[in-house]
């Protein structure tokens, strides 16, 4: 699927040859691809590429953060929300080894990213040279494609390649390892866009006989259930996932990326899928006859144990990665393309239908589940702040239409549950690599992308500290982010499945933790602390009011858990609601 | 169940690619029996020749994991009965041993080696076959002591009439669909 192509710059004819040495050809050729903003952090391997940077300023905007994890998932952030490709620059070892984490979490959740690596020099290259990584080796387990640079006349074909691949199919991250004697070397430059590569087909035509077969079972099923995956944002699809919802009646379930493809109050969405979801779709999927997956991969923390998945439904997989049909539940109909050409071709063609009797049941399984967690998590009588509580109030304050970013862990499931929707690409979290740290620069990526909406950050106080430096760059770019720290002094999410299945021994999960409103004040960003309930309200109204980057702390109750929970190895049926 | 198959992998020809394919493999923790790569009839094609055992529902999921990365053109996978494949084998005996009886060069001819190079000191012996027919042929020369011993990896070719790569290359130039 191509994500949202990016504006033509009104750079210089790119069929008119100019001389110039490789860096000011990096630089060229991204802003030929539509680049204004970028993510990094220099050093020796790099420097030409900065020294040409340095010329560009005016048209190419480098945020310049505290560590190079930070520099991918800030272009994450950026790119997840705007649906542009994401860019960083780092340098060569220690600098591309930092941003291995980042590049992992983009491959595993189809990011579309570009990160160009300063390299030692092409000659010194396997001599254990100061700063050297073999990191094409490194990386190319966790990218869709990388590939080295030694010469400069290779850098506009090799840049053109890397946002072609970057961005189309099933999107990811790709590296450009740049040797600095290319950045140095010099080239007649020309670009062009108009990549082919033969062994490379980003995306399939929708063979109609698949649409046929999988219409036939979507007209005969009485109980189907579609799942919505990020496959959906990536594709540009929601209009076509609504106008297929709407005509056909089916109920439709999210993944966690798959979140604010369709809007929080939609009559036929039922809610969150998986290990923290909503106890209707967990335990409907068993119920189903036909399970219609949408852009999704049926990861463990959605499916449980796949033996005891589906176990009553057909499977239609409407999907853009051959490779991901069959990976993990055996689909009777594979629809294999992109869905935003598949899924009109089905609504087309699919009767028109209400399945109300069935929406029904979700809704009564939604009452149990509000009354035995949602009402108690989001209107507490009892002391203690809950994680819920707060989440709720945040999203009420904006509306249900602001951006949310968040850590990995309780926060992120809590914050999952109860944030509300109005519009797509609204939300920026790690889902598959489940990476901490990730909160906080992919909030900065977030804002510096969409400078206009509101964006908050919902992190735990385990998390926060992994990145913790990036205050740094949100205050250098003064973005407005508003940070929600949910301090519970554990690592909540570790010490909820000690207390579970771990018979309470909290090992390693208690933490002495910093003053965070002095580290906020170093950073010079306003903050506050809150952790009385009666104060609650007044703060949030602080934070939003607040024109740039805030951090509310909320002490929230110190042994909360996320429920409902699917336990490891427990089929989705078998949800806990307590 | 687990069972042989043997896999045909068409890739650019670019540096690193090896270990693209093979880290698929590791990642699953699968052994690799047999590995061949080198160029194949179409300029500029590299084919990889891979023997696994491991399960049908595996081996396909392999596939599509390898058929992802960018500069695969195109994974096939066989069993035994749709391939034909060799392995050459060449075993170093001594020269004295060839002369004190006819029993090696009785081997030689009953299998249908034949023998590269004769020295004062060793001769080289090289059969072609499949692995239980060099390996048989090894015991037996063993009682005469083999200095030294190599087998290659597998190459296949099809039973099928056609090069299956070449009629997707054709393809991929016909329906320009695939390729935007």
Known sequence: ?578 | MKQEFTISIYSENHVGLLNQVTTIFTRRHINIESLTTSESAIPGVHKFTIVVFTSRDTINKLLGQIERRIDVLKAFVFTAEEIIHQEVALYKVKTEALLNSNEIEKLVRQYGARILEVTNEYTVIEKTGHKEETQELFDKLDRFGVTQFVRSGRIAVTKLNQELLSNYLVKLDNDKSILD
């Open chain 1, 1 to 578: 699927m191509e994500t949202k192509t990016q504006p033509k710059t009104q750079e210089a004819n790119p069929m008119k040859k100019q001389r110039m040495n490789g860096s000011e050809a990096v630089i060229q050729s991204l802003l030929h691809e539509g680049v204004d903003l970028l993510f990094g952090y220099p050093g020796g391997a790099i420097m030409p590429v900065y020294d040409a940077l340095y010329h560009y300023n005016d048209k190419l905007h480098h945020v310049l953060v505290r560590h190079e994890q930070g520099a991918i998932h800030a272009a994450q952030g950026y790119a997840r929300v705007t649906g542009k490709v994401g860019v960083s620059f780092v340098t060569s070892g220690p600098g591309a080894t930092n941003a291995v984490t980042g590049i992992a979490d983009a491959m595993v959740d189809s990011t579309p990213l570009v990160v160009i690596s300063g390299q030692v020099a092409a000659p010194l290259l396997g001599t254990d040279a100061f700063q050297e990584t073999d990191v094409v080796g490194i990386t190319q387990p966790i990218t869709k494609w990388n590939y080295q640079v030694k010469r400069a006349e290779e850098i506009p074909e090799a840049i053109a390649k890397a946002f072609y691949i970057a961005r189309t199919g099933r999107p990811g991250p790709v590296v450009l390892d740049i040797t600095k004697d290319a950045q140095f070397g010099m080239l007649d430059f020309t670009y062009s866009k108009d990549v082919k590569i033969r062994s490379y087909k980003p995306s399939k035509p929708v063979k109609k006989d698949s649409v046929a077969e999988a219409v036939r079972l979507i007209n005969l099923s009485k109980k189907p259930l579609a799942l919505i995956g990020q496959g959906v944002i990536l594709g540009g699809a929601e209009n076509e996932l609504k106008t297929f919802l709407e005509k056909t009646g089916i109920p439709a379930a999210w993944t966690l990326l798959g979140l604010s493809a369709l809007p929080s109050d939609h009559p036929l969405n039922v809610g969150m899928l998986g290990m923290h979801g909503n106890y209707g779709p967990n335990v409907k999927t068993n119920e189903s006859d036909l399970i219609i997956a949408i852009g999704m991969r049926f990861d463990d923390r959605v499916t449980g144990n796949v033996q005891k998945y589906a176990t009553n439904a057909k499977v239609i997989h409407l999907e853009i990665d051959p490779a991901e049909i069959n990976k993990i539940i055996f689909a009777d109909v594979p629809v294999v393309g992109n869905v935003k050409e598949s899924l009109p071709m089905i609504t087309e063609m699919a009767a028109e239908k209400n399945h109300d009797e069935w929406v029904k049941e979700f809704r009564a399984c939604d009452k149990i589940e509000d009354q035995k967690i949602i009402q108690p998590e989001l209107y507490p009588a009892k002391e203690g702040l809950t994680m819920g509580e707060v989440v709720r109030r945040v999203t009420e304050v904006y509306n249900d239409d602001a951006i949310l970013v968040t850590d990995v862990g309780q926060q992120q499931m809590m914050a999952s549950r109860y944030f509300k929707f109005k519009n797509t690409r609204s939300v920026v979290t790690s889902g598959g690599l489940g990476t901490m740290g990730f909160g906080l620069p992919a909030a900065l990526g977030a804002q510096l992308g969409q400078p206009e909406r509101p964006v908050c950050c919902f992190v735990g106080d385990g998390g926060i500290q992994m990145t913790i430096q990036e205050l740094g760059t949100i205050w250098q770019t003064k973005a407005p982010v508003k940070i929600i720290l949910l301090n519970n002094n554990y690592l909540g999410m570790v010490r909820q499945w000690q207390e579970l299945f771990f018979d309470r021994r909290y090992a390693s999960t208690l933490l002495e933790n910093p003053d965070f409103q002095t580290i906020s004040k170093g950073y010079h960003i306003e903050s506050s602390i809150v952790d009385d309930r009666s104060e609650l309200d007044a703060a949030i109204k602080k934070m939003v009011e607040h024109d740039g980057p805030y951090l509310l702390e909320v002490k929230v109750e110190k042994e909360g858990n996320v429920f409902p929970m699917v336990p490891t190895g427990a089929s989705v049926s078998d949800i806990r609601l307590e």
